[in-house]
T-cell receptor, first 113, second 113 residues
Framework: DQQVKQNSPSLSVQEGRISILNCDYT??????FLWYKKYPAEGPTFLIS?????DKNEDGRFTVFLNKSAKHLSLHIVPSQPGDSAVYFC????????????FGKGTSLLVTP | DAGVIQSPRHEVTEMGQEVTLRCKPI?????LFWYRQTMMRGLELLIY????????DSGMPEDRFSAKMPNASFSTLKIQPSEPRDSAVYFC???????????FGPGTRLTVL
């Protein structure tokens, strides 16, 4: 029933190195993908998105890659910083369903000094 | 989350009691979403409104759950009667009309004893 899956519950990376967070989806109709970052006791914060017509979108240290044939997307953070430590949620939506979000269960990223 | 106020931030109640969660977007948004986060199911969509009209409530778990949006600046999610399995964090999110990016409130942590 889970249409968006993040198979790694946690990830630990050293400061300055690259963090790669992965996400898989099952519904080929999804046409918009987003990453959200969440700190404890706060709501998810929008980070970056990508439309299905693209395969890459970059915003500063954050890059999202989309592989439609594999139904896979990834978030690259480089260089990683301790302040990036948070839970990262992958989400997918259908433009014809009002962009309601289908979320993965999240990956907890820890960036160590 | 500066654009969305949720109240209360924490709610502890006893089984069988009525619970009302509130959401106030600070600035004008056309779409409003209610999500629930649990350990087992992650973040899941309950219902969303567009221009104050409920569009999809298929995620509402049972008839005990109801949501209203009487105007563009206010929405409520009501659970009557509440049960322990309703314990979760409930998030409200807003976006422009049929746009991709949603902005989340800080959430209400509900505990039903």
């Amino acid at each position: 029933d889970q249409q968006v899956k993040q198979n790694s519950p946690s990830l630990s990376v050293q400061e300055g190195r690259i963090s790669i967070l992965n996400c898989d989806y099952t519904n080929s109709m999804f046409d918009y993908f987003l990453w959200y970052k969440k700190y404890p006791a706060e709501g998810p914060t929008f980070l970056i998105s990508i439309s299905s017509i693209k395969d890459k979108n970059e915003d500063g240290r954050f890059t999202v890659f989309l592989n439609k044939s594999a139904k896979h997307l990834s978030l690259h953070i480089v260089p990683s910083q301790p302040g990036d430590s948070a839970v990262y949620f992958c989400a997918a939506s259908l433009s014809n369903s009002g962009y309601a979000l289908n979320f993965g269960k999240g990956t907890s990223l820890l960036v160590t000094p | 989350d500066a654009g969305v106020i949720q109240s209360p931030r924490h709610e502890v109640t006893e089984m069988g009691q009525e619970v009302t969660l509130r959401c106030k977007p600070i600035s004008g948004h056309n779409s409003l979403f209610w999500y629930r986060q649990t350990m087992m199911r992650g973040l899941e969509l309950l219902i969303y409104f567009n221009n104050n009209v409920p569009i999809d409530d298929s995620g509402m778990p049972e008839d005990r759950f109801s949501a209203k949006m009487p105007n563009a600046s206010f929405s409520t999610l009501k659970i009557q009667p509440s049960e322990p399995r309703d314990s979760a964090v409930y998030f409200c999110a807003v976006s422009g009309t049929y746009t991709d990016t949603q902005y989340f409130g800080p959430g209400t942590r509900l505990t039903v004893l």
